[in-house]
């Protein structure tokens, strides 16, 4: 038992059948940033985003919700139409979490197992559309308990939509305990994006150790410097981390007016240097 709520326990029961009955084979490429927090992590998803090929999902996983921010996008302001024609607030998985968890979200579709009920209300509640990409976020807990729940909730919605995407994008929280949580077995392409610390180095160490004994499978690991990293610290990395290195983010006063402002990271100029930097490291891996 993970909890004394039932609808925890169905959550919890769910996804192990999940688990055991469902494939990513079929799923576009799966992509993963990681790294402390203030690295500029969101930002490089951001930036990513407007490179990579649509269709794409973006999955921001943080509770902060910031890849939303960077993308020009205030959650609780938006509304979206449900299939009987319904405007309604867009939900997080947190907020679906909570739901299950009262127990009135599955009275909404009747009978049918929670393996097939689940995808259904992340699929119609929580996909937030676009013309260049979709996005679905872990949200914000306002009730008391931690985010075990939801979390198991995001492991429904690659299996159960990645078919329909070139490109998927996980956006994680900072630290690591995302993981441990084994949040996605199977993945193509890690980017582990660090600051000049010695924190950082020892970040990129822990996450491939984990990443290795909990068995996440990936095919590459990449390591990015953000925009504070000093260039003449390039070589230093390269010496330390003993993994493929790509190269650095450049610093862009663009990007801290866009963000500052609440402007999407989408609409920077062609000729952002930020944007550009991003654009040749992603050539690098192979996009």
């Known amino acids: 038992m993970i909890d004394e709520n039932v609808g925890a326990q169905i959550i919890a029961d769910a996804t192990k059948i999940a688990r055991l009955t469902t ?3 079929n799923s576009g490429r799966i992509i993963v940033a990681t790294g402390r927090g203030g690295t500029g992590k969101s930002t490089f998803v951001a930036l990513l985003a407007r490179y990579v090929r649509s269709p794409l999902l973006l999955l921001d996983i943080d509770p902060d919700q910031c890849l939303a921010s960077m993308l020009g996008i205030d959650l609780e ?4 139409e449900t299939e009987v024609g319904r405007e309604i607030p867009i939900e997080t998985l947190s907020d679906v979490t909570r739901k299950i968890e009262e127990e009135d979200a599955f009275a909404e ?3 049918g197992p929670p393996t097939a009920k689940i995808p259904l209300l992340l699929q119609w509640y929580t996909t937030y559309h676009s013309e260049k990409f979709d996005l679905i976020s872990l949200g914000t807990r306002w009730t008391e308990g931690d985010y075990r729940s939801a979390n198991f909730l995001f492991e429904f919605i690659i299996p159960s939509i990645g078919e329909n995407y070139t490109n998927i994008v996980i956006d994680s929280p900072a630290g690591l305990e995302h993981l441990n949580r084994r949040i ?5 392409d890690i980017f582990d994006v660090i600051d000049p610390s010695q924190k950082s180095f020892k970040h990129v160490e822990r996450a491939k150790r984990i990443i290795e004994e ?4 990936f095919k590459n690991f990449y390591v990015i410097a953000g925009y504070r990293v000093p260039e003449e610290l390039e070589d230093q990395i390269k010496k330390r981390t003993k993994i493929n290195y790509l190269g650095k983010i450049a610093y862009d006063k663009e ?3 866009y963000v500052f402002a609440g402007k999407p990271l989408l609409e920077l100029p062609s000729s952002s240097t930020a944007y550009n930097s991003v654009k040749q490291l992603m ?3 192979g996009y």
């Not at 302001?77 to 979206?80: P, Q, Y």
């Not at 996605?184 to 193509?188: K, M, R």
């Open 23 to 25: 494939s990513t084979e």
């Open 283 to 285: 050539r690098k891996a």
């Open 109 to 111: 579709l009747g009978g």
């Open 184 to 188: 996605a077995s199977e993945v193509d």
């Open 77 to 80: 302001a938006v509304k979206i």
């Open 255 to 257: 990007v801290e007016e």
């Open 214 to 217: 909990v068995k996440i499978e």
